[in-house]
């Protein structure tokens, strides 16, 4: 059965599994090394709460928050509002993004793909692929493992199946832990990867 998010979201059980209430520590590294051109467009694709792109709005990117869940772009809203900043959020599913071509300089997934069959995932690629401009790049982090069946884990071999070469640079596939202030679950054995685009 496919997760509800606008009732994860409306109920709160996300705070029990996924919430993260600062800044991940790989986006601010990003930030910090000047991975993120200046002036960039940054699409937080499947952001959820919105703490990732609240902090990079705080830096002075424009950032576009993408989700499913109008709930989700809600609390967006509300994190920005707080912050000070202007976020863009978007409703609408990673695999037909409601957005431009070639209209983001980079790109932030922590737990979209993971959340997606492969066929989707393909399709999530090829949006990618289309809303990139050349050179833009891709963190993507997700589960290394599928957690009883909750995950389609991130691999090298899934990564070079989902995003063709023609398209995509993409580096090494390395494992982390991914930290939130999630109540049942707040590290997570995952893997990390940057692409880039073609």
Request: glycine share 10%; proline share 5%; charged share 25%.
């Amino acid at each position: 059965m496919a997760l509800d998010w606008d009732e994860a979201y409306r109920t709160g059980e996300y705070r029990k599994h996924w919430d993260y209430g600062q800044a991940s520590q790989e986006v601010a590294a990003c930030a910090a090394l000047g991975v993120f051109p200046p002036g960039a467009v940054i699409l937080d694709a499947g952001c959820g709460s919105g703490s990732d792109a609240v902090y990079l709005a705080a830096l002075g990117f424009r950032v576009k928050a993408l989700d499913v869940s109008g709930t989700a772009l809600a609390l967006v809203r509300e994190k920005a509002s707080r912050a000070g900043v202007t976020v863009e959020t978007v409703e609408g599913s990673a695999t037909k993004m409601p957005l431009a071509d070639r209209s983001v300089d980079f790109a932030l997934d922590r737990g979209l793909l993971h959340n997606l069959p492969d066929a989707e995932g393909s399709a999530y690629a090829g949006e990618l692929a289309r809303v990139l401009r050349p050179g833009g790049g891709i963190l993507l982090r997700g589960a290394r493992s599928s957690y009883g069946g909750h995950f389609h884990p991130i691999t090298a071999e899934r990564i070079r199946a989902t995003f063709p070469e023609r398209s995509f640079a993409i580096g090494p596939v390395v494992p982390i832990t991914l930290l939130s202030d999630a109540e049942q679950d707040p590290t997570l054995d995952a893997a990390m990867v940057a692409l880039r685009r073609k």
